[in-house]
């Protein structure tokens, strides 16, 4: 018995084919296809074949990243691998790849942005001194690689003694560059490899001051936790069981102090500036009536306050608003 096949029926079927056949090369052009919470994304931007491609798939099915979002909070289907990464985008990365609670230290926290998306990682940076907050840089400026570099190892709590022979691995970097310890670190653990050519062969630098894109750190965090785990989960901010906070020119330590009802607290000035505590919100220091040194007073002198009611309490230097810390009055 034969069996016979229409014209338009067999022309059906060769389409058909051809879309199979075409599915793979298809779905390859268009992206690459993560789960971020529950939800199929397809980075449009991301092709499968890119050499971070796995990086940036388990950085976001880690809840790490997520891509850029519109105006109304939504995922535009957009990485960026090749954009230049800035300072607070490396730090959330950094911050949330090493399991850090950034809602828990942006509550007790102040880190003087809370107008900026990424205040509660500033937060984490400044409880747990992240070395390059000294830069006091603008944070929506370009990073550089040493930047990110420092914020990973801060991060990550890399042990930095194996950091002892920085003049050694790359021509570029020496033992005056900046960052130049977390460079060496992060290379010695295989976190961070350094430049390479066409051929895939390493060339013997690392590039410290120049620009780092959105692929690279995530291949960065990826291999971070590979190699460090999570260890800022579980943590909470450094309390103390003093009641004196010393002012520096890098800001207010401890960033967080409990005291009891009826403490006083001494604020110390060993900065080469003018210090005047206030409480939140800058400038008006409504926050407790009362917690206001009304002026600054120099280095080497004190502003001391008595804390009558419970709660929490930020403040910061109205002279240097970028500058606070918090009171936990129990």
């Known amino acids: 018995m034969r069996t016979f096949v229409s014209t338009a029926s067999a022309r059906a079927v060769s389409i058909v084919t051809a ?13 690459l296809q993560v789960m971020i919470n529950g939800k199929a994304i397809v980075f449009t931007d991301v092709q499968t074949t890119a050499w971070f491609a796995t990086y940036v798939r388990q950085a976001a099915e880690a809840g790490i990243v997520s891509g850029y979002k519109d105006s109304r909070g939504n995922l535009t289907g957009k990485y960026g691998p090749g954009n230049n990464i800035t300072i607070a985008e490396a730090l959330k990365i950094a911050v949330e790849g090493a399991g850090y609670d950034e809602e828990l230290y942006g509550s007790l926290i102040d880190s003087g942005m ?18 390059f907050l000294t830069l006091r840089a603008n944070v929506d400026r370009a990073a550089t690689r040493a930047e990110v570099a420092s914020m990973f190892t801060a991060a990550f709590d890399v042990d930095m003694s194996t950091a002892t022979t920085v003049d050694s691995r790359y021509t570029d970097v020496k033992s005056s560059t900046m960052f130049a310890q977390s460079i060496e670190a992060l290379s010695h653990d295989d976190v961070v490899a350094g430049d390479t050519d066409a051929q895939g062969q390493l060339t013997g630098t690392f590039r410290p001051t120049a620009t780092i894109n959105r692929a690279e750190v995530a291949k960065m965090v990826v291999n971070a936790r590979a190699k460090y785990g999570t260890p800022g989960e579980g943590k909470r901010p450094t309390e103390s069981d003093t009641t004196d906070v010393t002012y520096t020119n890098d800001g207010f330590s401890p960033a967080v102090l409990r005291v009891k009802l009826g403490d006083t607290v001494t604020f110390k000035n060993n900065s080469g500036e003018d210090l005047w505590v206030a409480s939140n919100p800058h400038p008006t220091h409504t926050g407790l009536s009362g917690f206001d040194a009304q002026t600054g007073i120099g280095q080497g002198e004190s502003y001391v306050y008595t804390f009558t009611r419970l709660g929490t309490w930020g403040y910061h230097n109205h002279l240097h608003p970028a500058f606070g810390g918090t009171i936990v009055v129990e």
């Open 114 to 131: 809370k107008k900026h998306w990424a205040n509660a990682y500033f937060s984490v940076a400044k409880a747990e001194q992240f070395e």
């Open 19 to 31: 879309a199979l056949l075409l599915l793979p090369f298809t779905a390859s052009a268009v992206g």
